[in-house]
């Protein structure tokens, strides 16, 4: 089938984990005709869940792409994880399409993660749809459901499907917008306040409707896309998909509905390509633009990059510009149907293939055929939310390690990695403790490297908060050529963040000229080292205003020694203290727990900036120092019951109490001399 833009829609299924996500997507590939039968997640025989750590844990963990065709079209799908520890997943799977369908289960309603993928769906300029699933389960709920949505996501909100019956009698759905006959009592009503949020999209209509005027039916119809594009319209659509066929399960109104009005290739992003989204032509005779949203290492291709093509065709064969103007070779072209792959010829406009083995391609990155050179904006990714320390458990695998991690953090944004320069550790950071463990799952899997982990060493730094006046001589006779150095220096605080700042204000030729440098790189060599508690040094201002120079003994090394020296006693006379990183923390919670949060909180010598309220769920503000956090992620799981979820970034670094700062000295006192011995 030779695709065009205009017939490709490309969707994320997203919701919180538990939510049917991947049984609706089987349900949609078996509607298609993609597959001959809907899988089992208890058995593992789901498209999208193939991973071996996604069958033994019976829940998805990364995005899988899928496709199939429906009305001489062609709908690609990107089922991600629910999971909060793998929300990056969801991140990088709106990356690529249009549209997100969120899923509620009808038993469970609206949990965090539901909102969660609402609000990722809305940075990321996607049109939102949710879909109802498991309508025929035991306790299964419709209407409190719609109301529960409209409530915490607006009026907006209207269903396009409804269940004729709930629970175990459900028999299909009622299709509000092909009815095929006069709607009497509740589903008339649902069609009116269907039609109202659709042609509240177009000013002409809603005149007309205002005035009285029947709407015809090719009218709605004409609106229904730009009503979902400018979210004047988010529709509700209900699904059983395991009851009977796709028709009676309501997934065949479900891809209908899509096919129709959801935003397709055609409809414009900014949030894709930022100041250039004008200059886009989704055509597939204009240049390429691609732009990677997923990555991952497949057993017989190797490193995979996931394209979707956003302006012109790319073909199997062809060269791409890479974005530091290097060129690379794609020599084939898949489509990914879960972990099974099939060549293709070519990817259009709007479509979504992947290539292998271009080792520099990355995530986010665009590519280019030479002739466009836009670079679209690289997905915003969620900051990882916890840190350990690692090393190899086996002496002699540490060169294995680095190499491993860049494999890993290349397929997954959201794990990170570092050699911290101050505290010599190789520091990774996830979402979470179970995404660290499925990422060291795979380590032990595919590169035959175990680890060990502990929580990392905090980047303390140590500064003043008085000033001091010191001189010292440097004097060593040993025979031959001796060596001699003094240096007065003052010392004062700078500002925080401000960090050094060396002042030369010999006057005349106290110190020879040459020797100057010698007394600052001595200085700021025993600064890098720490001197209360072997972290550096910050926030000072040192001003050299004296010192002598022997004409025989008097060199370089001398004067690096006299400015360790003369640093070391500076600072210990001007009021040392230590320095914290702090962090600023934001946590979403159900209003029940805000006592327990904010309680938890005080305990961790946070400050609380704020509260906002978001539906019932309770955003509180704080900063907290970052020592304290370590393993917040998991005690925030244990104090909500799983139904909380935070972010965290950097704020500043501010002074220890001194009680704290006490312990972290001694603990480095005693680690020196256990190192001395």
């Not at 060493?457 to 001796?482: C, F, L, N, V, W």
Request: hydrophobic share 40%; proline share 5%; charged share 25%.
């Amino acid at each position: 089938m030779a695709l065009a833009p205009k017939d490709i829609r490309n969707v994320a299924i997203v919701g919180h984990t538990g939510s049917g996500k991947t049984i609706l997507a089987d349900a949609m590939l078996c509607a298609g005709g993609a597959i001959k039968e809907i899988g089992s997640i208890e058995k593992g025989t789901t498209v999208s869940d193939s991973a071996p750590e996604e069958k033994e844990g019976q829940r998805s963990v990364v995005a899988s792409t899928m496709h199939l065709p429906w009305q001489d079209g062609q709908i690609n799908l990107v089922d991600a994880p629910g999971y909060a520890d793998f929300g990056g997943q969801a991140y990088s799977a709106l990356a690529g399409v249009e549209l997100a369908l969120i899923s509620v289960n009808a038993t469970n309603g609206v949990e965090v993660a539901t909102r969660k993928m609402w609000e990722i769906a809305e940075k990321a300029g996607v049109a939102r749809m949710f879909v109802i699933t498991r309508l025929d389960g035991d306790n299964a709920k419709f209407n409190e459901n719609v109301e529960q949505l409209k409530s915490l996501f607006g009026n907006a909100v209207a269903p396009v499907t409804l269940p004729k019956e709930v629970g175990r009698g459900f028999d299909g759905v009622v299709d509000l917008m092909n009815p095929g006959g006069e709607l009497e009592g509740d589903a008339a009503g649902a069609r009116e306040t269907l039609m109202e949020s659709a042609i509240s999209a177009d000013d002409d209509l809603l005149e007309k409707y205002l005035g009285g005027e029947d709407i015809p039916q090719e009218s709605l119809e004409g609106v229904m896309k730009k009503a979902i594009l400018t979210g004047a319209l988010v529709p509700v659509l209900s699904v059983a998909s395991l009851a009977g066929d796709a028709k009676k399960s309501g997934v065949e109104a479900l891809l209908n509905f899509v096919r129709a009005y959801a935003p397709g290739p055609l409809d414009a992003r900014p949030q894709i390509a930022g100041e250039d989204a004008g200059k886009l032509e989704p055509k597939e005779d204009a240049p390429l633009v691609a732009r990677v949203f997923k990555v991952m290492s497949d057993d017989y291709v190797g490193k995979v990059c996931f394209f979707r093509v956003y302006q012109g065709t790319i073909k199997a064969g062809s060269t791409v510009t890479l974005p530091d103007g290097s060129t690379a070779k794609a020599a084939k072209l898949y489509r990914f149907q879960g972990k099974e792959q099939k060549e293709v010829t070519s990817g259009v406009t709007g479509d979504i293939v992947a290539t292998a083995k271009i080792e520099a391609l990355g995530f986010g990155m665009t590519v280019n055929d030479g002739e466009d050179g836009t670079q679209l904006l690289k997905p915003v990714m969620p900051m990882p939310m916890i840190e350990r320390a690692v090393e190899p458990k086996t002496r002699g695998d540490e060169g294995k390690i680095s190499g491993a991690l860049r494999k890993l953090a290349d397929e997954d944004p959201t794990f990170r990695w570092r050699q911290d320069a101050q505290t010599h550790e190789t520091v990774v950071s996830g979402m979470g403790d179970s995404h660290l463990k499925i990422m060291f799952d795979r380590m032990k899997r595919r590169f035959q490297l175990e680890i060990t982990t502990r929580p990392p060493k905090i980047a303390y730094r140590e500064t003043i908060t008085g000033k001091a006046d010191i001189r010292y001589r440097h004097k060593k006779q040993s025979g031959g050529a001796g060596q001699f150095a003094e240096c007065a220096i003052k010392i004062e605080p700078l500002p925080r963040g401000e960090g050094y700042e060396f002042v030369d204000d010999i006057f005349g030729g106290a110190i020879d000229l040459q020797f100057r440098p010698s007394v600052d790189k001595g200085i700021q060599a025993k600064m890098t080292q720490g001197i209360i508690a072997g972290f550096p040094v910050v926030d000072i201002k040192v001003s050299l205003y004296d010192g002598k120079t022997h004409p025989v003994d008097s060199k370089d090394i001398a004067f690096q020694i006299a400015g360790k020296q003369a640093i070391t006693e500076a600072v210990m006379k001007a009021n040392p203290v230590l320095l914290e990183p702090v962090v600023n923390m934001e946590i979403v919670v159900p209003a029940r727990f805000m006592g327990d949060i904010t309680g938890n909180i005080s305990s961790r010598r946070g400050k609380i900036q704020g509260m906002e309220t978001l539906g019932d769920m309770q955003v509180v503000k704080a900063q907290v120092p970052a020592a304290e956090v370590q393993t917040y992620s998991s005690e925030l799981q244990s104090l909500t019951g799983g139904e909380g979820y935070f972010t965290m970034e950097l704020s500043h670094y501010d002074v220890v109490p001194s009680n704290v700062a006490q312990q972290v000295i001694a603990q480095y006192a005693k680690d020196k001399q256990d190192d001395d011995e």
